[in-house]
Structure formats: C-alpha cells, structure tokens
C-alpha cells in the first residue's frame, strides 16, 4: 500500500509531491498517477504551443517551497547553449521558460519523481474498508491511506456553443489545448478566436511563420494586467477576509471578480501593437454567432456586428477551459458515496489545510473556494501544498 496517492502529473500534483518530500515522506511511499509518460506533459505542451518565452508570474512561484530557490538555480547552473532569452524579465523578474522547464526537471529528478510516476488514469475512488482509499485507474485498484486530488482544468479545453458541431478528427477548427497536434500554419488564412493571454502570444507566434497576416478575434478590447489576479490574493491582505466569508457564492462572485480574464501583460499587448503595425496581425473586435463549413472545407464565421461573414481555412480557438469541476463522472460518484461536502457549483467545501474529507487533499481548481483567485496558478500550487504538508506532520 501507498501512503500517498496523488491523482494528476501537472504543476499542482508535482508541486504538493516535492512539498511532501521536503517533509521528509520517503519516495517510495509516493505515487503520481497521470495518464501521460512523464510529469507536467501537459504544462510543457500547452506552454509551448503558444510560443511564449516567459512565465506571466514571477520567479518566486516554482514548485520548490523555497522562494528564491529558481533564482539561486538560475545563478549555479551553466548558460544553456545557444540560449537567445536572459533569464529573468524585469520588472517583476519573470523566469523564462527554458529556465522555469529545467528547474522543474532538476526538481522531479532531485525528488526521484519522475520514478513515482504511473501512467494510469483514476476512475474510480471509494473507501471499503477504513483507513485507506482504493483507487480503480486503467490498470487496476490501487490501495492509499492518503490522496492528494490534483487533476486541474488541462483536460477541458472551452468550446463555445457555435462551435461545437466542429468538434471532430480532421476539422479546419481546433481548440489550441485540443490533445491532438496542431496543424503547420505556414500557408493556411488562421483565424484565432480570444482575447487572452493564450490567443494573443499564439497569434503572434503564428504571425511570425504565416505567410498572410493572422486575424485575431476577439469580444472585447485589449485588457491589461501584469498578473491574473492582484498579487494581495496570496496573502493575509485579502484571503483573511475571504476565508471569514461563509457564504460559498459570496466567495465564488469574489473569485470571479478577482481574475484579470481575458487580460495580458504589458510587453505582450506591446508585441501585439507591433504586429498589428508590421500588418502581421489584424484584429477584430467582434463576437461569433455561428459558423458553416463550405465544401472545399473553408469555413463561413458569422459576426455580429459585420453583414458579411469571415472566409477561412483554419479557425483556431484559444478561448481557455470550461468552468466545469475537474474529475467528472468518476468524482461525481465518490462524492455521492463517500457523502463529500460540495458547493452548489460542484466544487469542494474544504478545511483549512484543504481536507476534502480524512485522508483526502485537493489542490488546483479544486482548492479554490478556500484559496481564492490564485488557487489555479503556480503561486496556488505552492499555497496548496504548503498546507498539504503542514497537515500530513499532525
Ligand atoms: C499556456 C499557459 C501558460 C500558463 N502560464 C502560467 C504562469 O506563467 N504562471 C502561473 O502561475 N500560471 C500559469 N498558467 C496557469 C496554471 O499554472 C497552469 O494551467 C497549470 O499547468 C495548471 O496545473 P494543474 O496541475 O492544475 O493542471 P494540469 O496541467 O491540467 O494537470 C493536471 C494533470 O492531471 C491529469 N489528470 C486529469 N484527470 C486525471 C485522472 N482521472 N487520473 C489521472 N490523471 C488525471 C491530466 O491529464 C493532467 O496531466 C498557465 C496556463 C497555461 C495554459
């Protein structure tokens, strides 16, 4: 048997891993499971098909429980050969990717992490004899006396309704988080659909290799913040108040409210004002109400506020993920068997230390309505497992 079980490989899985280590809980009486064949597939995927080269958040949020610990990496380690990036940008000193990639890698080797890993999916969870949890995954039960739930939003890419009927293998639309490969842009008339950080970096990015300039479409105007969410969300300033809030909506409004949506920071929107200069990119500012294939497979985009519509031969959205709780049916059902606590909108109802129920954790989405605006981002993942870790000492 495991001690700890920790369900999903990404940022937040890995984070509250190392969390636990550092704690002093051996690796062997750890497990990940994830279905993919190395820890943070999905981070390393999603960050490079943007084509960004800097994180949005600062260098003290890795997945190292000592803040400065990327900063001192990035002083020990030799330059990376050929590399083009500094790597921190200032002024809030954002570590570049290569540099926040090959701290995560140093970090799951340091750990032996990456030996942890079982490449499974959970689908499953009940608890037929106390203490410990079984876990039915794709390659048979597994048996815990503690979980640490980190299955996050990765896997539910949002479809907006017009375009769910072009929701299939070989279409010319595709979500930018699809886990299919995106097609080669060159040459293709691409239509990039949000208003995000994710749409406009993927815009330009796309711009740089297309031979036609790149439409962006988005519903509203540029928005600019430096974070996501104003950086007094991480500490007592703001979540002291929040966590008095009893009503559970209350907090989800202050959640909702507290996100910088949609926005970008500013050396994003300056490289968006350069392209759309260079007449690389061309934006639109617009809402899609509906969407026809012809039958050479071009597709017809219709805009609120144009007559005619938009001619395209790829669509690609980059319109974030669905609100829904991560886990599904799976989740769905231990929660009605194992009788856990949720909020009207699904989302679990959870202590302090973020205990769904004895012996279960959550971390990611899931940790929200007590963590706040910054539950989903980096800065969240060491929140969560800072917790994690100071529950599993008692
Ligand atoms: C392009 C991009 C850039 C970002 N940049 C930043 C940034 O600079 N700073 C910042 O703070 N945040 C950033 N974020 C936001 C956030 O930090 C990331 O989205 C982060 O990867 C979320 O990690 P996660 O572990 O919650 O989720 P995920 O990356 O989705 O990982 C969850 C894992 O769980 C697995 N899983 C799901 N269900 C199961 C199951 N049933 N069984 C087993 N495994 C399962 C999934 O396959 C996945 O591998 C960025 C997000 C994106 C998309």
Partial sequence: MDKWLVIGGGIHGTCSAIA?????????????????????????????????????????????PDPLHLHR????????????????????????LELFRAHCEALIHEYQLDQRLLSARAEGLSRPSLPQFTVETSLGPLHARYLILAMGAGEQPHWPDWAKPFKRKDSPLQHLY?????????EKHLVVVG????????AITASKQSSSPVMLLMRHSLRIHAFDSDPGWLGPKKLNNFRQIRDFSLRRRLIDKARHRGSVPLDIARQLWRALREERIQLIHDQITGATLNRNQSLRLYLNKR??????????????????????KWLEKAIAELGLPVHTDNYPLVDSHLRWTEGIFVTGPLAELELGPAARNIAGARMAAARIRAASRV
């Fill in 307 to 328: 007559a005619d519509p938009l001619i395209t031969d790829r669509v690609v959205l980059a319109t974030g993920f669905g609100r829904q709780r991560p886990g599904g």
């Fill in 20 to 64: 636990l280590r550092e704690e002093g809980v051996a690796a062997a009486d750890i497990t990940i499971i994830d279905p993919h064949h190395h820890l943070l597939a999905r981070w390393q995927q999603y960050t490079q098909r943007t084509g960004m080269s800097y994180l949005r958040s600062p260098g003290v949020h890795h997945l190292h």
């Fill in 73 to 96: 990496f990035a002083l020990q380690r030799p330059q990376p050969e050929g590399a083009h990036h500094q790597d921190f940008m200032l002024p809030h000193y954002r570590p570049s």
């Fill in 178 to 186: 699809d886990p299919n490969p995106l097609p080669t842009l060159q």
């Fill in 195 to 202: 208003g995000g950080l994710s749409a406009i970096q993927f």
